[in-house]
């Protein structure tokens, strides 16, 4: 059974500080990564997806990948209020498979 | 640009009835179409995913179908609804295998 596995939290976080949300996942043949942001009762959009080892940075958001340790991590810096929502990591191998997501609040 | 539309976006059905979401892509040839369910708390989990028109692919064996009639439009459908399917539907399309998902708004799905 292909698994990704997240926390589902909260995690709480203040305002300004750096929230870290992080995934591992069984098959080691994923190839793709996704980072979706889910707001409460609204359908998730994707923000951030990294193949490779490393890290990727997007604005505020940077992905990182480790296959050897089947790894993936967002971190958002400066977190704001708005970034208040459940994260979902996916990962594509044969097939797309979802975490349950984590849940991420900012305190103002 | 591309868009997704998915309706309606809320449902509440008696048990034993029928049921269908439709959903429809513009922009784009040939998309990849997918319906996943996401119920209270709980990850995403695909229902069908279609290549072309009248392919479907099922995941999860269950009394729900699905059907491509036309290239950018994908249907769910149910005969007789039972309680178990109640929860929140997403439509979600991709031009490539490797990339991300476009979901649409969702439909909300209450079965009484």
């Known amino acids: 059974q292909k698994e990704v596995e997240q926390n589902s939290g909260p995690l709480s976080v203040p305002e300004g500080a750096i929230a870290s949300l992080n995934c591992t996942y069984s098959d080691r043949g994923s190839q793709s990564f996704f980072w979706y942001r889910q707001y409460s009762g609204k359908s998730p959009e994707l923000i951030m997806f990294i193949y490779s080892n490393g890290d990727k940075e997007d604005g505020r958001f940077t992905a990182q990948l480790n296959k050897a340790s089947q790894y993936v991590s967002l971190l958002i810096r400066d977190s704001q209020p708005s970034d208040s929502a459940t994260y979902l990591c996916a990962v594509r191998g044969f097939k797309t498979i979802f975490g349950a997501g984590t849940r991420l609040f900012v305190k103002a | 640009s591309q868009t997704i539309h998915q309706w309606p976006a809320t449902l509440v059905q008696p048990v034993g009835s029928p049921l269908s979401l439709e959903c429809t892509v513009e922009?784009?040839?040939?998309?990849?179409l997918y319906w996943y369910r996401q119920a209270a708390g709980r990850g995403l989990q695909l229902l069908f995913y279609?290549?072309?028109?009248?392919?479907i692919s099922s995941e999860v064996p269950q009394n729900l179908s699905a059907s491509r009639p036309q290239d950018r439009q994908f249907i769910l459908s149910s005969k007789k609804l039972l309680l178990s399917d109640s929860g929140f539907y997403l439509c979600?399309?991709?031009?490539?295998?490797?990339?991300?998902?476009?979901f649409g708004s969702g439909t909300r799905l209450t079965v009484v």
């Open positions: 979600a399309w991709n031009d490539r295998q490797a990339y991300g998902y476009t």
């Open positions: 279609s290549v072309g028109i009248g392919q």
């Open positions: 922009g784009t040839s040939n998309p990849n």
